[in-house]
Nanobody
Framework: QVQLAESGGGLVQPGGSLRLSCTVS????????MDWYRQAPGKERELVAS???????NYADSVQGRFTISRNNAKDTVYLQMNSLKPEDTAVYYC???????????????WGQGTQVTVSS
């Protein structure tokens, strides 16, 4: 079994910063891509940022230049540094990881429980 635990959400004023963390635990052989998604009320879940095991990153246009995704493979943890936050960044943020639990089985996608980020004055 694999679990993802997120932390770091909260209430912040426009222009402020937050750092989200997500740690993977359980039966892990290898963690491949790790991603952050978000879902605002009444909207579909969208990909915010992704990072490969080797560190290649991709960002949604809406967060490019403001958010930074990083990972610590030794700690099985992915981070999302969010700067210059805007009210439209308000959403529940979810961590996703592609995990191989054995060297034989294909990777599976696992989700965290989500953490609320609210940007408001």
């Amino acid at each position: 079994q694999v679990q993802l635990a997120e932390s770091g959400g909260g209430l912040v004023q426009p222009g402020g910063s937050l750092r989200l963390s997500c740690t993977v635990s359980g039966s892990i052989f290898s963690i491949n891509a790790m991603d952050w998604y978000r879902q605002a009320p009444g909207k579909e879940r969208e990909l915010v940022a992704s990072i490969s095991r080797s560190g290649t990153t991709n960002y949604a246009d809406s967060v490019q230049g403001r958010f930074t995704i990083s990972r610590n493979n030794a700690k099985d943890t992915v981070y999302l540094q969010m700067n210059s936050l805007k009210p439209e960044d308000t959403a529940v943020y979810y961590c996703n990881a592609l995990v191989m639990t054995t060297p034989i089985l294909a990777e599976n996608s696992y989700w965290g429980q989500g953490t609320q980020v609210t940007v408001s004055s």
